[in-house]
Each structure stands twice: as C-alpha cells, then as structure tokens.
C-alpha cells in the first residue's frame, strides 16, 4: 500500500500545474432570471429553448428544484416526474423512465429522455395490471435475462404508481 502511495504521488508530482474552469452559474453572464428548457425524446422535442420559471426532476443523487442560476452539474435521471413550472398558472408533469438532465451556466436546461408521456395521459388501471404481469413474468422467470427485464420493467411501473398517487 504504501509503495502505491509513493508512486502515485511521484506520478501527480510530475504532472503540470493544470488551471480549474469550474464556475458557478452566478459567475457566467445570465440571459435572465427564467430557465430556457430544451426536452427532447429519441424520435421529437417537447421543448426546444422554452422559458421557464423552474424544472423538478428525480436523479439517482436525489430529488432537484432547477431554477435559473442554478450551479452548472450533470445529473443521471431516474424513472420519475419531471415537473416544469413554466408561469404561475401553468404546470406541466411528465413521467421519464430515466435519461441525463444537463444544467449549463448560461441558464439553460437540457433533459434528453428516452421515454416520456404526460402524466394525465397514463392510466392508473392500466399500469396495475401491466405491473402485475410484470411481477408474474419475474417470479416465473426461468433465466437471468428474463428475469433482468422483467424486474427492470417491475421498477418503472412501480416509479409510475409512486408517480401517480402524488
């Protein structure tokens, strides 16, 4: 252990001095006090440069409120709701069953889903049922493959339920 101390330390000794750009969102110039939004699916846009007042999404380091000036991160989204708040008057909510949230320090929001319906468009009975034969194919799964899909497809109707009873 301790040679490997040694001779990662030697090898960080021997590296040039290397600047940090890391900055804030306070630290770039803001367009505005609102979020421009830019959702996208593998196959449309559900916005493209929308403004926003703020965006809640799941990631996998826990549930986010994003507003404008929010600090610059990559975020892993997990099957969930993502909320966008685009005036006082106007919410929309959409369930993903994951994808990457990108907040850039010019104010802008980039989500890229791979699935994502309007909440009020699923319904409640059908996902029981959907869930209930998934659990079936789970618990009746011969091989690992099948039993994989079958519990992947078991999380993302049970985040559907959770979803919809909020």
Do not use: C, W
């Amino acid at each position: 252990m301790n040679a490997l101390f040694r001779v990662s330390r030697l090898a960080k000794a021997n590296l040039p001095a290397v600047q940090s750009l890391r900055a804030y969102a306070t630290e770039a110039a803001a367009a505005s006090d609102k979020l421009a939004l830019t959702f996208v699916l593998p196959h449309k846009a559900l916005y493209n440069k929308v403004t926003v007042n703020q965006v809640n999404l799941a990631a996998t380091s826990g549930d986010m409120g994003i507003l404008a000036n929010h600090v610059p991160t990559i975020e892993q989204l997990n099957p969930g709701i993502i909320e966008i708040i685009e005036s006082a008057e106007v919410t929309k909510k959409f369930f993903v069953s994951g994808g990457f949230a990108i907040v850039n320090p010019d104010n802008t929001l980039n989500i890229n889903a791979v699935e994502a319906a309007p909440l009020e468009e699923i319904s409640a009975e059908r996902v029981q049922s959907a869930l209930a034969e998934a659990q079936r194919l789970a618990a009746n799964a011969t091989d690992d493959k099948t039993k994989a899909e079958a519990n992947i497809q078991v999380q993302v109707y049970e985040a559907i339920q959770s979803a919809l009873s909020k």
